[in-house]
């Protein structure tokens, strides 16, 4: 079959790699009709590379049609179109049981200290076989997948897999009190639908971002927008009384804009050979965090920091006096995707789209043109926002 694969530092190609078979009694094969490139697919192009081996098949964000199942799968049948969730869970551990899928203590990936395999995402989570490609095992298939509707735009449920469930429970996070304002950090996927749930939910949303396509896409679905820089904290506290907003979701992370020295570093740990590399990153602190450093200082006290943005430095510094000096809470981690599907489920399927989940895709491409796409993504270039490869 063809697959996406990981290569070197901003290089991926489309190759012929071997079709996947069922290996455990609760696995099943999907045909991938959709898959969606994410913006932390990015962070597998650039920053973590020592992470990475060459000819690992990447994404996280598919959806298709069952074409097998192992023995212990009666949950699904051959024909059934299913959403996959980037996490993979048992749904029966500790863990699960307490709706922290993404925490699964059965595939746990316990040699990095990481919670649970990821579809496509570097040794960090499992290096599982990814979704960006004609055909996907899926272990954990008595659990894992979501049934959809078998009509439909593939695009009307294929942000169950990551993009939906991980800004829901951003908001959710976010703790934003009935009627409060909520800041979200970068418009991208993510960011996007934080707004977009925020003020679903009732919040006075404002999002921030410096691309222009970005925030003209927020603003068609209500949400004030401001283009960051310099003054956007002082912008913020001037629409909310001089206090700051309630609550803000840093939808960014660790390759934010506006940090040079960490810019650097990133870098330099990316010349390394790998296993350097890798030690590096798990003890140096390498992560962009003018973002997360605007959200502390924009959030008012006692307000509440989510973050959906991932980061990835041990030995970041953090601004631990003004933390505890206006109170501020702060929660995060990978999304539960399971946890949030029966939330979602009935939005995507109404009829009148309340989360607009068919205007966040801008292109659409072959499964043969990822690569131009993923550095069209990376460069934000031609306003690409979402890109939906079809293999």
Not at 17 to 32: F, H, Q, S
Not at 111 to 117: D, I, L
Not at 266 to 285: D, F, H, I, K, Y
């Amino acid at each position: 079959m063809k697959a996406l694969t990981w290569q070197a530092k901003r290089t991926v190609t489309v190759e012929e790699v071997p079709d996947p078979k069922i290996i455990e009694p609760t696995d099943a094969i999907i045909r991938v009709t959709s898959s969606a490139i994410c913006g932390s697919d990015l962070h597998l192009y650039e920053v973590l590379v020592p992470f990475m081996d060459k000819g690992d098949v990447i994404g996280h964000e598919p959806m298709g049609i069952v074409e097998e199942v192992g023995s212990a799968v009666t949950n699904l049948k051959p024909g059934d179109r299913v959403v996959i969730p980037f996490t993979v869970a048992c749904g029966h551990c500790y863990m699960c049981e307490r709706g922290l899928q993404s925490q699964c203590e059965t595939t746990q990936v316990r040699e990095y200290n990481s919670g649970a395999t990821l579809f496509g995402y570097s040794r960090l989570y499992g290096s599982l076989p990814g979704g960006q490609a004609e055909y996907l095992r899926v272990p954990h298939a008595d659990y894992g997948p979501v049934k959809v509707p078998s009509v439909g735009e593939d695009e009307r449920f294929l942000f169950l897999s990551d993009v939906l469930p991980t800004a829901w429970q951003g908001v959710k996070y976010a703790n934003v009190p009935e009627g409060g304002t909520l800041a979200v950090l970068g418009l991208g996927p993510i960011g996007q639908m934080a707004a977009r749930i925020g003020a679903h939910l009732g919040y006075r949303v404002i999002g921030v971002d410096p691309v222009a396509e970005r925030r003209a896409m927020a603003a068609r679905h209500g949400i004030e927008v401001l283009e960051g820089g310099e003054g956007v904290v002082e912008e913020l506290r001037e629409r909310t009384d001089g206090r700051g907003p309630d609550s803000v979701v840093d939808a960014v992370g660790m390759e934010a804009h506006g940090s040079p020295v960490a810019g650097t570093a990133q870098a330099a740990v990316g010349m390394l050979p790998s296993s350097l590399a890798r030690t590096a990153m798990e003890t140096a602190g390498v992560d962009r965090l003018s973002a997360l450093y605007s959200a502390i200082d924009a959030v008012r006290r006692g307000g509440t920091i989510s973050l959906s943005g991932v980061y990835g430095g041990m030995k970041d510094p953090m601004p631990m006096l003004t933390l505890f000096d206006k109170q501020v809470q702060m929660r995060m981690g990978q999304c539960n995707v399971q946890h949030w599907t029966d939330d979602l489920l009935p939005l995507v399927d109404d009829p009148s789209d309340p989360l607009g989940v068919l205007d966040l895709k801008t292109h659409t491409a072959p499964l043969d043109n990822a690569p131009e796409m993923y550095e069209k993504f990376q460069k934000k270039q031609d306003g690409c926002i979402k890109v939906v490869l079809k293999p």
